[in-house]
């Protein structure tokens, strides 16, 4: 039985739920959480009826106690050479932190409370005891999640890690004679996830979409599809790494029309109108895989707590180490060696979280002052994109816009089509439709509304 990950608050207690919901609790709830994990199973009902939809916190660079999610580098070391890599992986930087060190911070992560643990790269499988890091990692309270290329991906590797264990894949076109990120093709995606399901575990790919792979995007939402497998994580190209060098396969303004019609029809693809009959939906292990995969919302959560307080996620209940153990606000602030706030083989992971970021957290989403006349603020679409880093990337101011041109319009777009979608009670899901082919410093209360 899986224990509760859970973290003490100003507001309350913030935990991991057993039916992956993340929830802000009355200390109450603390009993309960103690009882699960000592082997007396409580259901996720028990815990929400201590649940608190306006905990009480104070804004003055506010932070949770703990991360909700840690993103660990374990090394820089890749066998590709992605052209749009944020991390710029190739070779291992220059001291990397030892893979002992790398287990000690995972167990600082389990007694902070973390609920949810990246493990990524460079390619984490080049690193030689990317397995030990993973087992140790899978004894921790906390939810980890792995990122991979999928290529040094093996039979005895899966075998070695407990089954149940989460990976994410990266593919981005079925060519891999002209892919960015290379050497993987359909065949090869196929194996890994079939070895991934044959020794329990849970999978999904996930596409970075560009210039170069706008309709290889909608192929690969229907080969998943046709196959029964969890619905492709759809992620944006964003001008940070590598892709700075490469700034032809950045998405134009004039791209957004080709674009959104693609992904409409991907979105679409895995989508649920409320009158059909669940017995559509694929059953098996590609829905148990979905399942698996859907049950943790700490991302969902951490994107409520930001819009509450009006601070991002980042540096607040998101952070990132990389593999020399540097920590950072989140992945952008790494790439762009912005407001780094420590370092792991130097100092304890908790005193870094706690006094390290006050630079970032003084910064607000009012700070922002361009928002003011964003058509997406105007129409109260959620922006994800008030980044400090991207900002000076595009700007050259950190306060400014952290959206291309091309990304203000899809946001604009893609938020109102959520929003009709959510008025017609469409559900997406990670499984295909049909199986076969085609605020001021203070204490107030936030709204946070509970599942």
Known sequence: MQKI??????????????????????SSARELIERHNSGRAVSAGELMTHAITDPLVTLDRFHLSAPAIAFVETTNLCNLRCRHCYADSALKRPDEISTERIKQLLDEFADMGVLQVFLTGGEIFSHRDAVEIIRHARSKPFSTQIFTNG????????????PGQSFFISFDTADPERTVRGRMDFPKLQHAFEMMRKHGHVFRTAISVHRDNIQDAEEIFEWCA????????????????????????????????EVFEV??????RYSTEPEQEPAEAPSGPARRAADEIRGVDTIQFCQRLERAVGQEKCGRSVVYVNSRGDVYPCSNCMSGQLYQAGNTARKP?????????????????????????????????????????????????????????????????????????KQRNVRLT??????????????PRLPLPTK
Do not use: K
């Open 5 to 26: 990950p859970f973290q003490v608050n100003e507001g309350g207690l913030v935990a991991l739920l057993p039916n992956g919901h993340v929830e802000f609790l009355a």
């Open 151 to 162: 290529l040094l991906v093996t039979e005895e590797r899966l075998a070695a890690i407990p």
């Open 226 to 257: 046709a196959r029964g497998y969890p619905r492709p994580q759809w992620l944006e190209t964003h001008p940070v790494g590598r892709a700075l060098l490469h700034p032809g396969m950045l998405l134009r303004p004039e791209d957004v029309d």
């Open 263 to 268: 992904y409409q029809r991907c979105m679409e």
């Open 349 to 421: 992971f908790a005193e870094i979280w706690e006094n390290g970021f006050d630079a970032f957290r003084d910064i607000r989403f009012d700070d922002h002052a361009v928002c003011g006349s964003c058509p997406v603020a105007q129409e109260d679409i959620w922006c994800q994109f008030r980044c400090p880093p991207l900002a000076r990337n595009i700007t050259g101011d950190p306060r400014g816009c952290g959206a291309t041109e091309y990304l203000q319009e899809f946001t604009l777009r893609a938020g109102r089509y959520w929003r009709a979608r």
């Open 430 to 443: 990670l499984t295909p439709r049909r199986p076969g082919p085609a605020g001021s410093p203070g204490s």
